[in-house]
């Protein structure tokens, strides 16, 4: 940790260069002594990258950024909150705590955290940006979780895991034995040390996947924002063998959308030609798997097995986006294209044989407006345009 860059000659620069040419700045040098273009330059990338992640961190005076990629891999402000929201008690126990984007969260919801990081690097920028924002109750411990949890005499209401989904070789890993630390392979030793786990997984692991890798899963959070699944959240409770809650939910602009379901209970879809309106579920509830839930808990209709739309002919408040359905029509260019006056639409595709570029490209249809085209499969396994607007 360069202490030269917290100086407010530098801390001003990198203020005001935050919509500079990087590539120009680089070329042009610094005009300070005891930091490098290097460091100013990963400074404003992460401050940006801040802005809109870490809105929290981009206020605030004199805050020190680590190496983009943690700035990358940190949660945002958005799941922190969540996070801290789901778990509570007098003490929580980070063990993986990085950046310390969720050790600030959980400390609004803890009397004590203790953060922990191998880096030590990392652990002194964590250290420092919290007195920065004026967080008092997290002890800062500059060593590996595992190691420290080993030798600690604390029982903790809470522990937190981060895990590291690359190997040595920096490859992306795909089962949680192969991320580091291995919380299969210490599971028994994190519940002597509490009663609770909290697990803070990536979207591309497979849900089920890791289901069986683990004890005691009480439930699984997908939490996504604007569409776009940012982690999977395994809560762990010592003993529990009851049914597994799954809880989804997306976070819009306007809005939190939610979905729960049993993950044990296989309910069976109920099946239908376009209604009056038509459903596509978020991202979270993709990625979850609820394809059958949702049209058994909202009593709607499935369009097709393997097509992941539904439909209703009253409207209903449903997680994801809403449509009302003009038009039904079989997959005829020339229909398709004779309802559209600006030949302008988006289009989406589910279980169709066709890209959306392909059939841009066939149709002319160019992309915009407030026109719909959903390209499908129906129940008799014909292909379908349902023309719409959103709701």
Not at 130 to 145: D, M, V
Not at 152 to 172: A, L, Q
Request: net charge positive; with cysteine; charged share 25%.
């Amino acid at each position: 940790m360069n202490e030269r860059i917290l100086h407010q000659d530098v801390q001003e620069y990198i203020s005001d260069h935050l919509k500079s040419d990087l590539h120009k700045l680089i070329l042009k040098g610094i005009p300070f002594d005891g930091v490098t273009i290097q460091e100013i330059a990963n400074q404003i990338i992460c401050k940006q990258k801040s802005e809109k992640k870490l809105p929290s961190w981009f206020i605030a005076k004199n805050i020190y950024y680590p190496p983009k990629v943690s700035i990358e891999q940190t949660s945002s402000e958005v799941t922190a909150s969540y996070k801290s929201g789901i778990v509570s008690g007098k003490s929580i126990l980070d063990l993986t705590g990085g950046f310390g984007v969720d050790s600030y969260y959980f400390s609004k919801s803890f009397q004590k955290v203790i953060h922990c990081e191998i880096t030590k690097n990392l652990s002194e920028i964590a250290a420092h940006n919290f007195k920065q924002l004026a967080i008092l109750n997290i002890e800062i411990i500059s060593e590996n979780g595992l190691e420290y949890l080993k030798k600690s005499t604390e029982f903790f209401d809470v522990i937190y895991i981060d895990p590291s989904r690359r190997n040595d070789v920096k490859e992306k890993v795909f089962l949680l034995k192969d991320c580091e630390p291995n919380i299969p392979e210490n599971i028994d030793l994190l519940f002597k040390k509490t009663k609770t786990i909290l697990l803070k997984n990536s979207p591309i692991l497979d849900i089920t996947s890791a289901i069986n890798e683990l004890k005691f899963v009480k439930e699984i959070h997908v939490v996504a924002i604007n569409n776009d699944v940012k982690e999977l959240l395994y809560m762990l409770e010592k003993g529990y063998c009851k049914e597994i809650l799954i809880k989804t939910i997306n976070f819009t602009k306007n809005n939190a959308q939610k979905f729960h379901f049993n993950y044990h209970k296989k309910p069976v879809s109920s099946y239908h030609e376009p209604l009056e309106y038509l459903y596509e579920p978020n991202a979270a509830v993709l990625k979850s798997g609820a394809f059958h839930e949702i049209s058994t808990q909202l009593n709607i209709f499935k369009l097709h097995q393997h097509s992941h739309l539904y439909t209703s002919k009253k409207r209903i408040e449903f997680p994801g986006r809403e449509f009302k359905i003009v038009a039904v029509l079989p997959y005829d260019k020339k229909k398709i294209v004779k309802l559209l006056s600006n030949k302008k639409a988006n289009i989406t595709t589910r279980n169709f044989h066709k890209t959306v570029a392909q059939i841009r490209k066939e149709l002319k249809i160019k992309d915009g407006g407030d026109s719909f085209l959903f390209f499908t499969t129906n129940i008799h396994n014909k292909f379908i345009c349902m023309y719409c607007k959103k709701l």
